[in-house]
């Protein structure tokens, strides 16, 4: 604090130096204050007065106090020391001010009975960027529950159950179900529908034809152990309590169930914890009727439980979505803008190379029989995943993607993404504590 008030006196001093030189009047405005930096908005205000004697202190006091009062501008810190080479008190004073318009008028006052505020200095204060408020603990997820409305079926002709009223509120009754969900809870089971089981059985069939060519080898691994454990049947519709049970077993990632599409910085944040938030909804039936069969306008249950499930039980696929998870903590909205978009071309779009051919590793296209064959064909661009440029992609949400992104593999793509973690500007860092399942922060001062 010492050292501080000591700099600011010798910012004064040089400054008062510097006047003497360079003509006075030049710095003046209209009221005869001498400003040296002009101010937008609220920042600081700093002034120096002489006062004849110490005897007059006590007059002058109440009366800086009175008129900054007067002005709306606040006191912060204030100091006297014997005036150099004189017999008088020099006075440093520190405000807080909301405009420079209010700083003008209070030291106009001042000047009026005390003609020897001899400097003054405004100037911004530096602030550290603000951090958006971020999960510290696996339990405040539960704040983590911000839905975007992007497709509406009640409004968007776009969504493939539009208009489709016993559609909608179904949707609503599971939705609601995942609403009220909280952390801690014992996963409640949830009754599916023979249609819903149906609708199941014919992606099922579907896309275990087209995984034999399409989906990597950690894919059809995870599959072959999810079937042969009874964790996913051909059959039925599974619940998530089996589904968490092995997927804790395997990287500790769980599924959480959420009301919709989130926003991507609440979507994201529940990653640093291994959490993932899934839809317990079903639109896939109706895609079936839509001209194109590409992947659902919003996340489904077909696509969690087909397309992340498998994934996710791949520990380095789970450690990547952690990781873009921790950096989007605190993170800038650019940043969440860029980290999204990471997310969206490997975690859901990512291919790979193997065998020299191209296989699905995102869990958009291996649970999207149409987008999975037009993305492993010659018609979209490929191009090698690089994070750095991967980031500032454009891509498309309404309808198959014209590029995506390939990568040597999973541990490859891990490898450049913790890279690229490494030069992730931000104004602290974070250390995941695992068995807390928490966050703790730690700034270099
Ligand atoms: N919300 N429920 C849910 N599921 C997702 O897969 C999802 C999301 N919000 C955003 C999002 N995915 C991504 O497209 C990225 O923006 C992170
Ligand atoms: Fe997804």
Redesign the pocket.
Known sequence: KRANTQKKREELENHLEKNKQASISRDLNDEGVDLIFSLEGNGQLLFSVIIASSAEISDFLPAVIHTLNDNNVTMQHIETRPEKGGRGVDVLVECAVEHKDSAVSAVAALKKTHASITAVRMYKTRQDPEVPWFPRHVSEIDKCSH??TKYEPTIDPRHPGFGDEVYIARREELNRLAANFRYGDQLADVQYTEAEHDTWRQVFDKLEHLHVTLACSTYRRNLAMLLEEGVLTRERIPQLRSINAFLERRTGFILRP???????R???ASLAFRV????YENTTQYLRHHTKPHHSP??DLI??LLG?VPMFADPALAQMSQD?GLMSLGASDEQ?ER???V??FI??FGLCREEGQLRAIG??LLSAFGELQHACSDVPEHREFIPTETALQKYE?DDYQPLYYVADGIEEALGKLREYAGKFERPFSLIYDPYTRSVTEVRSV
């Open positions: 839905c975007i959420c009301s919709g599409l989130l926003s991507a609440d979507f994201l993932f938030q899934g839809s919003e996340p696509h969690e992340h873009i969440i980290l999204a978009t997310y969206w975690v859901e869990a958009g949400d």
